[in-house]
């Protein structure tokens, strides 16, 4: 028995089209995992900076002899605002919806590694792969799901339009056709054309004494 493959009216029947699906999909759970991260970490320097500050206040208050109430107090104050970004963090559990994130990321990636092995779609690959969806579909939230899909399916489009764009290149170098190399980190100035003989042996530039007009 053959699964069907239906997402939103289109039919996935080809490997190649499961093995991009797989790629974007796979892209949008680390693309979200990436952001998770990146908020847990951004509370956790918060508390950490608070704590700091809250010994600071403390070491100078002893320190100076300080006994003023306003000098008690802001630790105090300094204390329940890290005790109530710890407890946020709690709240949002984010330790939790990253490893779920990873388990579902790495089950996409076996799936997909598998689907590079093989040449033909059968009914355990169908099996993996709707599996993966699943995987997927359990991981994420469906605003979430949209935006690092759609996240993930422009950066998808992008890497194969640069690899393109190389591999065109390298066509025509191999065939001795005259190619632009451009980019600021490039020696060659912007949109010059050259020839793959050009390339090479550039190290007897400049070997003579300049000439009036280049020391300009």
């Given at each position: 028995m053959i699964f069907s493959l239906h997402s939103k009216n289109m039919i996935k029947e080809s490997l190649d089209e499961i093995i991009n699906d797989c790629k974007s999909k796979r892209d949008?759970?680390?693309?979200?995992?990436?952001?998770?991260?990146?908020?847990?970490?951004?509370w956790n320097k918060g508390i950490i900076l608070?704590?700091?500050?809250?010994?600071?206040?403390?070491?100078?208050?002893?320190?100076?002899?300080?006994?003023?109430?306003?000098?008690?107090?802001?630790?105090?104050?300094?204390?329940?605002?890290?005790?109530?970004?710890?407890?946020?963090?709690?709240?949002?559990?984010?330790?939790k919806k990253m490893?779920?994130?990873?388990?579902?990321?790495?089950?996409?990636?076996?799936?997909?590694?598998?689907?590079?092995?093989?040449?033909?779609?059968?009914?355990?690959?169908?099996?993996?792969?709707n599996?993966?969806?699943s995987s997927l579909e359990t991981s994420m939230y469906p605003e979430d799901r949209k935006i690092f899909l759609k996240k993930s399916h422009k950066n998808l489009i992008e890497i194969m339009s640069y690899e393109q764009r190389y591999y065109d290149t390298i066509d025509k170098v191999n065939n001795h056709e005259e190619?632009?190399?451009?980019?600021?980190?490039?020696?060659?100035?912007?949109?010059?054309?050259?020839?793959e003989n050009e390339l090479l042996d550039t190290s007897s530039h400049r070997s003579k004494p300049l000439d009036p007009i280049d020391e300009v």
């Open positions: 949008a759970v680390a693309m979200m995992h990436s952001q998770l991260k990146a908020d847990a970490d951004g608070l704590s700091l500050i809250t010994g600071g206040v403390e070491s100078i208050k002893m320190k100076l002899e300080l006994t003023a109430p306003v000098w008690s107090l802001i630790p105090v104050l300094l204390s329940s605002v890290i005790a109530g970004c710890s407890s946020l963090m709690k709240f949002r559990d984010f330790n490893e779920t994130l990873i388990q579902s990321q790495s089950l996409i990636t076996n799936t997909l590694n598998k689907l590079r092995t093989h040449t033909v779609l059968d009914d355990d690959l169908l099996l993996e792969y599996l993966a969806l190619i632009k190399i451009s980019g600021s980190s490039s020696s060659i100035s912007d949109d010059i054309p050259i020839k």
